[in-house]
T-cell receptor
Framework: AQTVTQSQPEMSVQEAETVTLSCTYD???????LFWYKQPPSRQMILVIR??????QNATENRFSVNFQKAAKSFSLKISDSQLGDAAMYFC???????????FGTGTSLTVIP | DSGVTQTPKHLITATGQRVTLRCSPR?????VYWYQQSLDQGLQFLIQ???????AKGNILERFSAQQFPDLHSELNLSSLELGDSALYFC?????????????FGQGTRLTVV
């Protein structure tokens, strides 16, 4: 089974600064999808960004961008101009293109300091 | 709004009892996933259904069972409940247009076993 590793249980960032959350994964597949989900205190799971493995260009969504390094099996999330509302648990997830289950990392708790 | 509806939102029940959690996926989504999230823990994958058929199974206890109906809604049945079953149970759906897309999560059912 694929594994997803988030080695940073907790991170903090000053408001308006930039922070990068790390994620690595293990797979022998060449076609897959990677995701970052945000879980705020409300505990709702919200999709932040998605990356298709066949795309070389890194995905971006407003202040959120990823650094996808396929050979290194690394998928980090960069949050620019951090806002108080960004405080949440962030989960990295992997899914095979064949359409089986999602594999989630253990999460990184992000604190935004005013 | 993710388009995934879970009922009930909250459930309090006694040990030894049986409960049913219900999930209505996004319109047209063929896959339904169930996850368990205990307090301050990550997401534990329980089971996936695709178009009525069981597709993948995680660490689901024998006391738990699930099914997906012809109209694609799903139910998770939890029986002989124990205190340790208290958790947030998420349903997610995906695969409306093609396989391999992101999962859309419901708001979760918060189960408290007393």
């Amino acid at each position: 089974a694929q594994t997803v590793t988030q080695s940073q249980p907790e991170m903090s960032v000053q408001e308006a600064e930039t922070v990068t959350l790390s994620c690595t994964y293990d797979t022998s597949e060449s076609d897959y999808y990677l995701f970052w989900y945000k879980q705020p205190p409300s505990r709702q799971m919200i999709l932040v960004i998605r990356q298709e493995a066949y795309k070389q260009q890194n995905a971006t969504e407003n202040r959120f961008s990823v650094n996808f390094q396929k050979a290194a099996k690394s998928f980090s999330l960069k949050i620019s101009d951090s806002q108080l509302g960004d405080a949440a648990m962030y989960f990295c997830a992997y899914r095979s293109a064949i359409g089986n289950q999602f594999y989630f990392g253990t999460g990184t708790s992000l604190t935004v300091i005013p | 709004d993710s388009g995934v509806t879970q009922t009930p939102k909250h459930l309090i029940t006694a040990t030894g009892q049986r409960v049913t959690l219900r999930c209505s996926p996004r319109s047209g989504d063929l896959s339904v996933y169930w996850y368990q999230q205990s307090l301050d823990q990550g997401l534990q994958f329980l089971i996936q259904y695709y178009n009525g058929e069981e597709r993948a199974k995680g660490n689901i206890l024998e006391r738990f069972s699930a099914q997906q109906f012809p109209d694609l809604h799903s139910e998770l049945n939890l029986s002989s409940l124990e205190l340790g079953d208290s958790a947030l149970y998420f349903c997610a759906s995906s695969d409306r247009d093609r396989e391999g897309t992101e999962a859309f999560f419901g708001q979760g059912t918060r189960l408290t076993v007393v």
